[in-house]
């Protein structure tokens, strides 16, 4: 017989996840690489470590370096306040947990604003025997901590400072906690006005902006009276010695694409306003869709693999990637106007293969690769990394039999995106080249963008295999691309070392796109013939 846990109030509801792409696709009758999933409120790529990943990692047997100075002095420095009045989680809902077991209790009262938001908020209020009750900004009873999600979740409504302030001063016995997830994409962080509110904490959290909700790393800055008690109540490591290195990195050299991600929000929001949809200004990087029928458009959209958030007056969806935003678009039977960033979707399905790729040029060289092969994905990593393309792809295929559809069939694709993400090549540079040494290996690419589709590819492999991956598919998997892509490669690698080739071949012909790819300072295709 196990004990009795402590009772849950009644109609407690526990945090529940949403389905997965398998989950989606297995109901929907779709191959996984077919769904993507604007329900998240992440961005669809990674973000790039600031560190190298080994050095994350060469200590795994020690326990985080006490105290986490490095990290609270990084997230001190990034808000513009001193390393005591930071607190460290993993990530802000470890910190809304802290939040609730540091100020709430049996006969103590939560009130969140606007619900329905984040729903942690209750379910962390109630676990720890508080009562939770719902109101407005401007209606707030009684409380000892009052939840604000603040730009809000999932409406995207952005609440001033002052309102803010102007709460915690009316309401000088209550905590005061807002929730900053989404306000690096457009609102004013309450950070500054703690010296006047100092009933007030703020959580922060590198899932969003940073790119690095898998890290598991959020922040609480708090007034000098508020961190102690904090403090007292979280576990001595919160946060893994590998998270909290790659987390200081980045606070300490921020490279974030929000300003991109607003333009798209915007440019999405104008077309759905244009198309007579109900759709409210958002200060995250998501956009909220007021509709009546939002449990049977979800299930439509669905069908046809795009995942939105459902609530009970309407739809939100994370702002991807502009080819996979105009996807969505089409399906609600709204035409935006083209993005000004060029990015590519397809969606490639044969009887052997499923193939999703997703890419934006003029990016970070971020990267999500999942074939099934790994020194594919390897391959495909580098590529991505050294032609500054921001890359998502995603393939299954018939891999028990062997890897050949699968390569040609990746290779494919990832042309046609690219064609796509090109447009009418006008203003490119157009030709490209590059020379790659990699140890005993060196490799040379060229490449012409002017649409006159060939391949050269010679690549002196020594053995049949590296790893999982037949090298005899690589050069007329390359051919496919030049040929999907419209445009002409040249590539040439040798070597004593396999992997060596293979490496510095996809090295090269990434950095020869990423030359050609460039703004040529006119609206023309350079051409002496005055043709492509």
């Known amino acids: 017989m196990s004990p009795e846990p402590r009772r849950l109030p009644d109609g407690f509801a526990a945090y529940k996840w949403t389905a997965t792409a398998e989950d989606v696709a297995r109901q929907r009758g779709l191959d996984p690489a077919c769904v993507i999933r604007f329900d998240a409120n992440v961005p669809p790529l990674p973000g790039v470590p600031r560190i190298p990943i080994g050095e994350s990692f060469a200590r795994l047997n020690e326990y985080p370096p006490g105290g986490y100075r490095e990290l609270h002095a990084a997230a001190a420095g990034y808000v513009g306040v001193s390393p005591e009045q930071i607190v460290l989680g993993a990530g802000s809902d470890s910190l809304i947990h802290l939040v609730a077991r540091t100020y709430l209790g049996a006969g103590r009262r939560a009130a969140v604003i606007d619900m329905p938001t984040y729903s942690l908020y209750a379910i962390a209020s109630q676990i720890e025997g508080g009562e939770v009750a719902r109101c407005s900004l401007e209606d707030v009873p009684e409380a000892s901590v009052i939840w604000i999600c603040n730009p809000h979740n999932p409406v995207g409504d952005v609440y001033s400072c002052e309102q803010i302030v102007a709460l915690a001063k009316r309401r000088p016995e209550a905590l005061i906690v807002i929730d900053e997830a989404y306000v690096e994409y457009g609102a004013e962080t309450m950070v500054p006005f703690l010296e006047d509110a100092p009933n007030c904490v703020i959580l922060r959290t590198l899932s969003k902006a940073f790119g690095f909700a898998a890290l598991r790393v959020g922040y609480a800055v708090c007034s000098a009276e508020v961190a102690p008690e904090l403090r007292k109540r979280s576990e001595p490591a919160p946060i ?40 409210p200004p958002s200060g995250g990087n998501f956009l909220f869709l007021r509709v009546d029928n939002a449990d049977s458009l979800a299930d439509e959209l669905e069908s046809k693999g795009l995942v939105l958030r459902r609530y009970p007056s309407g739809l939100r969806f994370t702002v991807r990637l502009p080819a996979e935003n105009d996807r969505l678009l089409e399906a609600l039977g709204v035409v935006a106007e083209p993005s000004t960033r060029r990015s590519g979707l397809v969606v490639r399905i044969t009887a052997e293969t499923a193939v999703r790729v997703s890419l934006a040029l003029d990016g970070e060289g971020r990267a999500r690769i999942d074939t ?100 005899s598919l690589l050069a ?6 030049a040929m999907q892509g419209r445009f002409t490669i040249h590539v040439e690698a040798s070597g004593s070392d396999d992997h060596h080739v293979a490496e510095a071949a996809f090295k090269a012909l990434g950095r020869a796109l990423a030359d050609a790819c460039a703004s040529s300072g006119t609206q023309a295709i350079p051409s002496t013939k005055g043709e492509a």
């Open 240 to 279: 893994s010695a590998p998270s909290a290195r790659i987390a200081a990195a980045a606070l300490r050299d921020p490279q974030l694409d929000v300003a991109e991600t607003v333009r798209e929000r915007e440019r999405v929001r104008e077309a759905l306003l244009a198309a007579d949809y109900d759709c």
């Open 372 to 471: 099934g092969i790994g020194f594919l994905d390897h391959l495909l990593t580098l590529f991505a990394f050294h032609g500054r393309i921001d890359l998502e792809l995603l393939a299954g295929g018939d891999l028990e039999v062997d890897e050949h559809h699968t390569v040609e069939d990746v290779l494919a694709t990832l042309g046609e995106a690219l064609a796509q993400a090109l447009g009418t090549r006008a203003g490119l540079s157009r030709y490209g080249s590059a020379t790659v040494p990699m140890d005993e290996a060196r490799a040379t690419a060229a490449i012409d963008l002017g649409s006159r589709p060939h391949a050269e590819v010679s690549l002196a492999f020594t053995s049949d295999r590296v790893g999982t991956l037949a090298t």
């Open 476 to 481: 007329h998997a390359l051919e496919r691309f």
